[in-house]
């Protein structure tokens, strides 16, 4: 017998050089042994250096996906990352607003290369028409800022902005990520009643390609398997930080994200491939 095997579903952008996106988001629910489904929004060229272009897929097409998953294995929870355009984000609300499972929000706006993912009248309609129905919301510093329109140059700024998130927006709950302030990575949880910190060393590499897909994927397959918000986030947080640990110098920009189950254990592969 299988047990219960749980599922999730990302609706995403994709990244054909496998390190974002839709594509980071399978990997991840894989290692986290949850099944991975998928919605894609939209196409993106793109590699370790940057974007090199987008195409869009019409709402009509989107939605066709959405219900050939939804009406068939239906997940256990959802995450949405890059949704570019306010008519995405309004199918995307009315189909999630039917379900009642977990929903994890990575307000994607720019990728690490700087390459804009999202219109700029779309930065309004995350906050009024998705965020109200997120169960997590997992902002970097740069989305967290313009989410709640003021700055955020440190820790009590950013747990000011997690406070705003929940209590004027209406997430369930906000982390603010600490990759982009200075010092130790530090992420900061807020679910309408405490603060919870997850604090790890910051390691000293430019491979940090994919980074909060990875988190935000992580987190969402520990709510599939039913664990709490504070518990999804904890071992989310471990999961990327050995994730960006043994990420891959890969490509000639930014490097991807890896984990590979027993890697840690087992060492790193020789040239041929082989885990002594
Ligand atoms: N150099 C680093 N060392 C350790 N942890 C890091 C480092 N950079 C980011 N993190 C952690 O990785 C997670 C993702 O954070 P980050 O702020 O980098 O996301 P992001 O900017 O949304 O990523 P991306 O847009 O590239 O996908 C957070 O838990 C953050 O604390
Ligand atoms: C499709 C996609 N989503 C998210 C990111 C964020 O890094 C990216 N580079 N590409």
New binding site residues.
Partial sequence: MMGSVKSALTIAGTDPSGG?GIQADLKTFQERQVYGMSVITSVVAQNTLGVQDVKHLSIDFIEKQMDAVLEDIFPQAIKTGMIATVEMMQLIATKIAKTNIPYVI?P?MV??SGDSLMEDQSRKAIRDVLIPLATVVTP??PEAEILVGFDIKNQQDAKKAAKVIVDDLGAQSAVV????LPGE???ILYDGNDYYYFK????D?KH??????T?SAAITAELAKGKSIKEAVELG?AY??DA?KFSLELGQGNGPTNHWGGYRLKGLPNQEGEIK
């Fill in positions: 974002a990575d994607v990728a690490k970097n510093v990520k600490g990759g982009h990575a530090v992420d790890n060393v910051r390691f590499t940090t390609h994919g980074t909060g897909c988190f947080k990327i930080t960006i």
